[in-house]
């Protein structure tokens, strides 16, 4: 008897375990955040907006992100009109800037900057590059949605959930891919993405860097403020790279006392 206790108390803990391993791959497979920045805010779900500085045939994938993102349990974005001009594409306060432009040949099909303070994310533009996209194979829907929805993403705070080229597709936009199409597509956030968006997301601050309204600025920004009217639009001007397999990369510019600006790329090949 004594023995059997034994056998099935060894049973048990063995299949607590079991249960352990299996519910461990959703905490594992949702770490694509890099560095744990995001936005300060006070509440959940808090509302992010989106400025649209896009010519009308970007709009509809916008609305596609806008209302993608917007899932999520912690986050909502909205689209409101633009604060800057497409072509130089200067962040604002508080927000995301969304632009397209003939940027030219420069290399980069997508862009998406965001500017921190501490942890802290404070402002953000993403940029499509229409010098790449009016041409095939980037002119189709797939393209123009997985670049949208990746480079919005970014401004979030999350990372990529893979940057392999030829591998098979997670179905979300967070993974880098030659066939966005699919299947799966990878056009739309999946779950991983909104299950990593609530763990970034989990505490609140005691202070806001999302604009609602006219607002007194946290201390920190003045120093991203400084910084932001200087030219970030080329690989000179994005500091530090952190990493690139030549279709994705990340860099790092320091400007000093905790303010940063991380740029995410991706390559047109
Ligand atoms: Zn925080
Ligand atoms: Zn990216």
Not at 9 to 21: D, E, G, T, Y
Not at 33 to 57: M, V
Not at 115 to 133: A, E, P
Request: glycine content about 8%; hydrophobic content about 35%; aromatic content about 10%.
């Amino acid at each position: 008897m004594k023995n059997f206790i034994a056998s099935n108390r060894l049973k048990f803990s063995f299949l607590a375990a079991l249960a352990v391993l299996i519910s461990l791959p959703t905490l594992v497979k949702a770490s694509h955040s890099w560095g744990n920045y995001h936005w300060a805010r006070t509440a959940n779900p808090f509302t992010l907006k989106l400025g649209d500085n896009l010519t009308s045939s970007w709009d509809s994938y916008l609305a596609t992100t806008s209302t993608d993102w917007s899932k999520s349990n912690v986050l909502d974005t909205t689209i409101v009109t633009g604060g800057t001009s497409a072509k130089r594409c200067r962040p604002t306060s508080g927000r995301v800037e969304v632009c397209n432009a003939l940027y030219g040949k420069n290399g980069w099909l997508g862009l998406a900057q965001i500017w921190v303070s501490g942890s802290h994310i404070t402002q953000g533009v993403s940029k499509m590059n229409d010098s790449y996209f009016n041409n095939a194979p980037y002119n189709s829907p797939a393209w123009k949605n997985l670049v949208m929805c990746q480079e919005v993403g970014h401004t979030f705070g999350l990372d990529h959930q893979d940057e392999a080229f030829n591998n098979p597709n997670l179905g979300t936009c967070m993974d880098y891919t030659s066939n966005p199409a699919g299947p799966p597509s990878n056009e739309h956030p999946n779950q991983h993405d909104y299950d990593m968006l609530e763990i970034i997301y989990a505490h609140l601050d005691s202070f806001t860097t999302v604009q609602s309204g006219t607002q007194k600025l946290p201390l920190g920004q003045a120093v991203a403020e400084a910084a932001k009217d200087q030219d970030v639009e080329n690989r000179s001007e994005w500091g530090r790279e952190l990493r690139n397999n030549g279709h994705v990369a990340l860099f790092e510019r320091d400007f000093g006392a905790g303010n940063k600006l991380f740029t995410f790329v991706i390559w047109a090949n």
